[in-house]
């Protein structure tokens, strides 16, 4: 039987923001997961169900760092005299997929505009640790990187403040599910998350790049899992992605790189 019951609901909500590992996301993402979950399972479920999707969504990307202690190290040490590029390198290694792009970040922005020309503005929903390559992007153009991670958002945003970037680059909360719009913007980033947002919603990533108000959606894939094997993957998502978009009127150029599969789509 579905569950009605919001003060079971919200009992539930309390006890995962109380816990360790989701204390972090954001609210209205875990009680929409809840909701979502509560039409399929049972009262004495639900609880295990929805970390269960909370795992999924990020607990297997991410060996979480104490960020506040991290940016008073950081802080520290950038008075010591550390470069800014030393600090950002060493930041960017705490996520496989930045760590994967880290030898490669200049040529990976620079291939992208070779085909979208240098944007005015830059959004990237599920940004992760990502936000921080953006002195690999260009100091003029303006950045936005949303997700669901209060806690990764608000570190994201005192790097860009220590290193006097919060003028033109920004990281806000926001869950792709629940924007009533999206920011309009030249290039849209969409790296390595449109089969989390799937998993989230069956079938909802397609509506999302539909409903984001941008010339350009850059989507990609890893091509390798994340214990490093190669099985196929790359052909099955280049499947899986034209599949999704046939039919629609988009241009479609495909950048490779070693570890991850790039879809520039012009809209
Ligand atoms: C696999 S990481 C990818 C990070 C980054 N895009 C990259 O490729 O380096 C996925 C990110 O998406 C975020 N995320 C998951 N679901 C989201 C949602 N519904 N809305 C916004 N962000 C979400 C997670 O918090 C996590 O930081």
């Not at 008075?79 to 290694?93: D, N, P, T, Y």
């Not at 792709?176 to 089969?195: G, I, N, Q, T």
């Not at 899992?225 to 046939?246: A, C, H, P, Q, T």
Request: charged letters at 30%.
């Amino acid at each position: 039987m579905p569950i009605q019951n919001n003060d079971f609901k919200k009992k539930i909500l309390q006890r995962i923001l109380k816990s360790k590992k989701y204390k972090y996301i954001h609210p209205p993402t875990i009680e929409r997961i809840l909701d979502s979950l509560s039409t399929k399972y049972e009262k004495k479920t639900l609880e295990k169900e929805a970390k269960r999707k909370l795992h999924q969504i990020w607990g297997a990307y991410f060996s979480r760092p104490n960020f506040s202690k991290l940016l008073s190290k950081i802080k520290s040490e950038y008075q010591s005299g550390k470069s800014r590029e030393v600090i950002l390198r060493e930041l960017l290694m705490l996520q496989t997929s930045t760590k994967e792009r880290l030898p490669i970040f200049e040529e990976y922005y620079e291939q992208i505009f070779n085909i979208t020309d240098i944007p005015e503005s830059i959004t990237e929903y599920g940004c992760g640790i990502n936000a921080l390559s953006y002195r690999w992007i260009n100091h003029d153009i303006s950045y936005t990187g949303f997700d669901v991670d209060s806690e990764l958002i608000h570190f994201i945003n005192s790097i860009f403040k220590l290193f006097d970037q919060n003028e033109s680059a920004k990281a806000k909360l926001g869950d792709v599910f629940l924007f009533e719009e999206f920011r309009p913007a030249d290039v849209c980033l969409l790296l390595k998350v449109l089969v989390l947002f799937d998993r989230q919603k069956n079938d909802s990533s397609l509506d999302i790049m539909k409903a984001i108000p941008a010339k350009f959606l850059v989507v990609s894939f890893p091509t390798k899992s994340l214990g490093g094997v190669d099985k196929g993957m790359e052909e099955n998502y280049r499947k899986m992605f034209y599949g999704l978009i046939s039919g629609l009127p988009w241009n479609v150029s495909e950048v490779i790189f070693e570890n991850e599969l790039v879809f520039v789509v012009e809209k």
